[in-house]
Nanobody, 123 residues
Framework: QVQLVESGGGSVQAGGSLRLSCAVYGYTGSTYSMAWFRQAPGKEREGVAVRLSDGRTRVADSVRGRFTISQDNAKNTLYLQMNSLEPEDTAMYYC?????????????????WGQGTQVTVSS
């Protein structure tokens, strides 16, 4: 059974930084996509960043230059480093994993989801 467990969310002031973590359990495939999504109240789920198992990454325009996605393969953990946070970044952040090997930020393409971690940025 595949499990994704996020951590690292919290409350920060604008301009601050947070690093989210997503520990993955139970997945044995060697090719995959892993991504971060976020969803603010009343809004659709938005793709933030994706990383393929070969190391290629893609970051959404809204966070490019501020957010970085990375992975520690030895720890089976995905990270999202978030710098220069803005109030508009306030949302529940989810990590997700897909069997397919695609730099997609479409949430419908992902097979496994974590429970989410809340990020709140105050002005």
């Amino acid at each position: 059974q595949v499990q994704l467990v996020e951590s690292g969310g919290g409350s920060v002031q604008a301009g601050g930084s947070l690093r989210l973590s997503c520990a993955v359990y139970g997945y044995t495939g060697s090719t995959y996509s892993m991504a971060w999504f976020r969803q603010a109240p009343g809004k659709e789920r938005e793709g933030v960043a994706v990383r393929l198992s070969d190391g290629r990454t893609r970051v959404a325009d809204s966070v490019r230059g501020r957010f970085t996605i990375s992975q520690d393969n030895a720890k089976n953990t995905l990270y999202l480093q978030m710098n220069s946070l803005e109030p508009e970044d306030t949302a529940m952040y989810y990590c997700a994993k897909a069997w397919n090997w695609d730099l997609t930020l479409n949430p419908n393409k992902y097979n496994y989801w974590g429970q989410g971690t809340q990020v709140t940025v105050s002005s």
